[in-house]
């Protein structure tokens, strides 16, 4: 019986638990902390494990759990799990080394003065300095399917999860799932993070020139990322835009509620349709669904849907296989990402962006 660790948004912890119920029957829940579960399996190894899940940020098989691990030991440990599975996948080559916190707070939950990555950045510094044998690729992020990465979680400060995975298209490169994007002084909201961090993920093939309409623009941290990588973009939304958005050439903005723009309002060729709306999921649907009719040229989507209640994650299914069908989408996919909220983020491609 092999162990699976799973990383996800603290708060999120229930519905990742009856989702992989509802996609791994086998899995059986083992222990939980917010923002790190783990369960057991029959699997004789969870490290090139597929796991079908939205809420899992970075997942894989469990080796050892380290305890006083901040004293100096947990970097020895660390060294010894990493030798133990070159020798047992008989690697020679460097691993890819994450070392990530888990989540301790809902995202905007935060304590006044809390520091997340302070933990992880200091157990980073101590395996580094005791890897004098190489074990560990000098950069530790993983971008090519196949590399084996070592995960070092640091559950609390002196208790560290160690684990491994073996990269796909199913995990993020980023430690934990979770890439350190600044946000520009200039930027109007932390949009800017959802969206380039959305980016990161689905690999979208977004290209300069191309032309985005966002849904729920207000007041246009995603317009404004758009914007910076030389796309022109429309924003439909009755709020209030920030100034550093308007005043770019590139940028249009319809100021009204979304159902009630017409065809003829819209621009002639739109390549890629966005939201993130306030609004329950039934609503944000609805409403791409009403624009991407008015838009047939569409490579694809970026949307942002909103979980008013955690008991809306059991329907996520319905709504990819109703944006699939009435969006005529080759491929759809969803992930919550590490700066999304109580929210999903949903990528989809249709023919036409399959193509690029």
């Known amino acids: 019986m092999a162990f699976l660790f799973v990383a996800c948004q603290s708060g999120a912890e229930k519905a990742l638990k009856a989702e992989l119920a509802r996609e791994h029957s086998g899995l059986k829940f083992a222990f939980s902390r917010p923002g790190f579960v783990t369960f057991k399996g029959d699997e004789e190894s969870f490290g090139r494990f597929e796991l079908d899940s939205v809420f899992a940020r970075a997942y894989g098989e469990s080796l050892v759990t380290l305890k006083q691990a901040a004293s100096g030991a947990g ?197 890629w349709l966005l939201t993130d709306m306030n609004a329950e999921p039934s609503v944000a649907l609805y409403a791409v669904e009403r624009i991407a009719g008015m838009c047939p040229g569409l490579s694809g989507v970026l949307l942002t849907i909103k979980l008013n209640e955690w008991s809306l994650a059991e329907h996520i299914p319905e709504y990819l296989d109703r944006l699939r069908k009435n969006l005529g989408l080759s491929r759809i996919r969803a992930t919550q990402l590490a700066h999304n909220r109580r929210e999903i983020c949903v990528y989809g491609l249709t023919r036409k962006g399959m193509a690029r």
């Open 75 to 271: 970097a020895q440990g660390v060294l010894e799990a990493a030798r133990g599975l070159k020798e047992r996948v008989k690697l020679s080559a460097p691993l890819r080394l994450h070392v990530f916190e888990r989540d301790q707070h809902p995202p905007g939950e935060e304590p006044q003065g809390f520091r997340p990555g302070v933990l992880a950045d200091q157990a980073l510094r101590m395996i580094r300095a005791e890897d004098r044998e190489g074990l560990f690729a000098a950069e530790s992020q993983a971008t090519v399917p196949g590399e084996l990465v070592l995960d070092v979680i640091v559950v609390d400060e002196n208790e560290w999860w160690v684990g491994w995975h073996e990269h796909s298209s199913r995990h993020h490169g980023s430690p934990g799932g979770n890439p350190r994007i600044a946000l520009p002084k200039e930027a109007p909201s932390r949009a800017y993070l959802k969206l380039e961090e959305a980016l990161l993920w689905s690999r979208a093939p977004i290209k300069k020139g191309d032309r985005a309409v966002e849904i729920g623009s207000a007041p246009g941290g995603a317009c404004f990322a758009l914007l910076e990588r030389g796309l022109e973009v429309f924003g439909i939304d009755p709020g209030e835009m920030d100034p550093v958005v308007l005043r770019n050439p590139r940028y249009r903005h319809l100021s009204k509620s979304v159902m009630f723009v017409e065809e003829d309002e819209l621009p002639s060729k739109v390549d």
